[in-house]
Structure formats: C-alpha cells, structure tokens
C-alpha cells in the first residue's frame, strides 16, 4: 500500500486540530506548479528549501561565534535545525501542522548576512538610500527571486502560507513587515510557533556555547532565579562544571521552557475558542508564549546573555573586525563594479549597483568573505 498525497492529507486532517493548517487549504502557490503524488505541498516546500545554495550556506555562517573559533560552537545552520526540532516537538503537542512548521523554520534564516547581525547592521547601513537591509525581507527575496531552480518561475514558488511565515516572523531582535501578507491577520498557530522556537533555540543554544567558551561561568549565572532552579533541579552541586553537567542543564532548561510553551499555549487556545487557523490569525493577540510565571525568568536569562555575551569584548571586537571587512568589499565593488563575478556584474542593470553588491554580500559564508577580503587587499593574494 502506497501513501498517496491524497491519503497524506486525509491523515492530516485525523490529526490535527481545528486551528492547525492543512495543506489541501492551502491558498497555493503564485505560478502553476502542479503537486507531487507522495507528498504534501508544504513537504515539498520543505524539500526545496532544503536543497537551496542558501541553507547549504549556513553551514559556515556566524550564529554567535564566526566558524574558524571552535567545530564545537553553533552556526546558522545548526541553529536552524535546532529551531525546526523545538518548532516540530511544539507542533505535535499542540495539534498544528508538523511540516509546514518546520518548512518556516528552516527558511527563517535563509537570508541572514555573513558574521550574523553584525553582517545585517553594516548592509543595512550601505544600503540605506536602497531600501536597507533586513534579513526577514532577504529570506523572501531568496525563496521568491534569488534562487533560480525552475524553469518557469524564479524562486521557490513556494506556498502563501510559507512565505506568510516567513514574512511574519517576529522576535525580540527581528520585526516583520507583512504589508503583502495579510497584514491585519497574525501568523498563524505555526507561524506563531516558529518565532517563539527561534528565541527558545538561540537563548538555550547561546548560554551553552557562552559557557563552553569560558565567557561565561556558573558563578556569573548565580542569583538568575532560572539557573537557580535549574542547578536545584538536576542536583548540581555547584563545583567545576563538566560538559556532562553543562548537557544536563542546557537539557533540562530546553525541557522546561518547551513544556511551559505548550500548557500556557493550550490554555490559550482553549480560551480563545479557536474553531479554525483563521479565528487564531484574528484575535489581538498572540496565543504562542510563556506563561506568565515562566516570561519574566526567561527575559532574565536573555539580558544576562544580551550584556555578558553578546556585548563580550570578543565577541565586539569580531563584529568590528565583520563590519570592517564587510564595508571595504562592498566599497571597492561599487567603485568598481567589473571586480564582481561576471554573472552577478550582469545584473546590476536589472537590480540596480548597490542591491546587486548586497545580495552577493548577504550570500557569502563568513569564511568566504573573509577570503574575499584578502584577495582584494592583499597584494600576495591572487585575484
């Protein structure tokens, strides 16, 4: 017995919940594309985005560290599947739609510039007369425009309901802009659920890696009221940290910050009375979160990573190293534009100088960049 696409939906349908999106509802894509026999549509987004240059790039991409620091530290792509796995375990308690989840969730970063925010700050600065930078718009740029895989469409052509997600996502450091999108509805339930899977990831994610690094210690995490509960709770005696005491706790906080998501989301939902993905979309308010016992301990764990990591000296001085680097390409690109790649120099006539210069910026890898630099400046390099 084959699982058709047909009988695929038929099981979504059995088990979801009322409010969760199915993909035969979905409002489709923007040019015809007919659907596969074995999969549902937002699997095929998800297929496709996976075998994008763009993901396959965020191997070498800085989350918090730039990759040539440590194997061990995490990058944009092992971020992105750490948000999928936290969006996918939210997903499946909730009744809401696995894959078009997890679809959002590894497109969330797709249009993240070399050297992380750093990376995002210098662009949107050089590009400031063209519009700026933002890497919530790069990411749909790059679904819908960039990427040339197909014959009949640029982009993706992915479906509404993924770009929306992609489109509506929000965190405390990112804020959308969904003017095309239906911007008097919120996300729906799984676009809710991939901007509270980012934070939960990169604040979980972060204070192990700050603590693998030695930029951050045990005895400057004492008096936070989480990590507090946390030592309490998996009977850490407080001595030398091991990696094996680290895992515990980064575990047991990932344990309780996804379960607090889901009972405070639960009751949320039960309130609201929610019959339909578009009652959720219409209420004032975002029914995805923490409780309100659980917010402010978790806001408390990401100021202290917000003062004591990401302003670490070193962690500063390498995004002054990014910007700097940044800046001087796209400089000389500008001042000279034939010093582009002959496919990118072909077009700027369609795109414009500076927002050519910016994508192929936005699309080189930390390590690649930095090569680029040296091949431009330094005269032992060659060209």
Sequence with gaps: MSYTREKLEELEDQALAPYGM?????KGRAHPDKEPN????????RDRILHTTAFRRLEYKTQVFINFEGDYF???LTHTL??????????RALGANEDLIETICLAHDLGHAAFGHSGERVLNKLLAEQGGFDHNKQSLRIVTKLEERYPNFPGLNLTWEVLEGIVKHETQYDISDASDYDP???GNLEAQIANVADELAYTTHDLDDGLRSGMLTPDMLSGLQMWDML??????SGSALTDLDRHRLIRRLIGILVSDVIEA????????KANSPLDLQKLDHNVIGYSDKMQPLNDEIKAFLYANLYQHHRVVRMAYKAEHVLKKIFVAYKENHRMLPPESAALTEKRGLERTIGDYLAGMTDRYAI?????LFDPSERA
Excluded: F, H, M
């Design 22 to 26: 199915r993909s035969r509802n979905s």
């Design 38 to 45: 074995y999969r549902t549509s937002y699997q095929r987004d």
């Design 74 to 76: 995490r990058t944009r």
């Design 82 to 91: 750490e948000v999928a796995q936290v969006g996918r375990t939210i997903a």
């Design 184 to 186: 008097e509805l919120r």
């Design 231 to 236: 030592v309490k709770n998996v009977g850490w």
């Design 265 to 272: 989301t639960s009751e949320r939902i039960e309130k609201s």
């Design 371 to 375: 090569q680029e630099y040296e091949r």
